[in-house]
């Protein structure tokens, strides 16, 4: 009887299953197909309905009528918006059937401003509607880099040259005795580095921060995190180097100081940017980084301080500042 009974449990429980009922949540999304397609164009353009452009381009015509009358060869009429203008996305449409380019933008100046036109050429002539972007943008242009090389190399090299002549302090080369300036010149080549190779090697990544930027290191991918971080420590390095800098010399010394450290940095944030485009700037920055770390060891540490009023001294005997004899 034992047996009869564990057998037929044994069957029961063959033939039953487990039967999990769906949650029903109160935020499960329900989409339709128009909102589907505006997700996936954000996706891979990064921009939608509603975003703000800034007009960058002289002038750009749109078209007043639907695009499918423009594409059938039909007569329309333009109207234009002009370089400064804000203009925002209204409408965004796909004809496959357009040659030239399937995506149209439907762009609002104001309530009696209004018009179609291709993204090719809209993009191009726009810049998003916020400062880090327009900052982005000047700065990301390669033929203004070219050019501004070129002007900064010769600026910053009459000006090194002349206060080197004058046996001013300048960093690298006669520096103070603070590492604050050199680091300060260092962060600047490897951030320009890290930054164009962002742009080389994951520029859908920087194109989508470019659309939508922050200053927040921590809600981006981890190699913009990065980028953004060494941004906010040049600036942290800054300030204690202008703090040092005015502590170690007078007014007048630190004037001129400040301008060949600025020329510095301007001409390391223009050769490595470019340079590291054509893959030369990972050499550049190995090799700068040993010479800025050698020349500071080997001119500018400081070893003893002196016994009366404080100030680093790179060898025992006069303090410069105060006369004191150090032993």
């Known amino acids: 009887m034992r047996k009869n009974v564990i057998s037929l449990l044994l069957l029961l429980m063959t033939l039953t299953s487990c039967y ?18 505006s ?48 203009i925002v996305v209204a409408d965004i449409v796909t004809l496959s059937s357009d040659s030239i380019d399937s995506v149209w933008v439907q762009v609002a100046r104001d309530a009696y401003t209004m018009g179609w036109i291709h993204e090719s ?22 033929h203004l880099l070219i050019i501004l090389a070129l002007l900064v190399l010769i600026g910053a090299a009459l000006i090194i040259r002349r206060l080197y002549r004058h046996k001013a302090k300048v960093v690298h080369f006669n520096d103070i005795a603070s590492f604050y300036p050199a680091l300060l ?41 990065l980028f953004i971080a060494s941004v906010w420590a040049m600036l942290i390095v800054a300030i204690a180097a202008f703090d040092d800098i005015r502590r170690q010399l007078n007014a007048a010394d630190a004037f001129f100081y400040y301008l060949g450290l600025i020329g510095i940095c301007s001409v390391n944030y223009v050769v490595f940017s470019v340079s590291t485009l054509y ?27 002196c016994g009366h009023c404080g100030e680093p001294l790179r060898e025992k005997g006069i303090c410069p500042r105060c006369g004191t004899l150090n032993e």
Request: glycine residues 4%.
């Open 39 to 86: 997700i996936s164009f954000y996706t891979t353009h990064h921009y939608t309905q509603n975003y703000n452009f800034l007009v960058t381009a002289d002038s750009l015509q749109l078209i007043v009528q639907l695009p499918s009358e423009a594409v059938s060869g039909m007569l329309v009429d333009t109207i234009s918006v002009y370089d400064g203008n804000r």
């Open 121 to 142: 050429e809209m993009l191009p002539g726009v810049a998003p509607d916020n400062p880090i972007s327009l900052f982005i943008d000047f700065f990301s242009d390669t």
């Open 279 to 305: 893959y030369v700037g990972y050499v550049l920055l190995a090799a700068y980084v040993t010479w800025a770390v050698w020349r500071y060891v080997k001119n500018s540490r400081t070893t003893y301080i």
């Open 20 to 37: 999990r009922q769906e949650v029903q949540t109160s935020d499960a999304w329900t989409l339709t197909e128009e909102q589907l397609d």
């Open 185 to 225: 010149a260092v962060l600047v080549a490897a951030t320009a580095v890290f930054y164009s190779s962002i742009q080389l090697f994951n520029p859908d990544s920087w194109r989508h921060y470019y659309y939508h930027p922050t200053l927040n290191p921590f809600g981006v991918p981890l190699h913009l995190g």
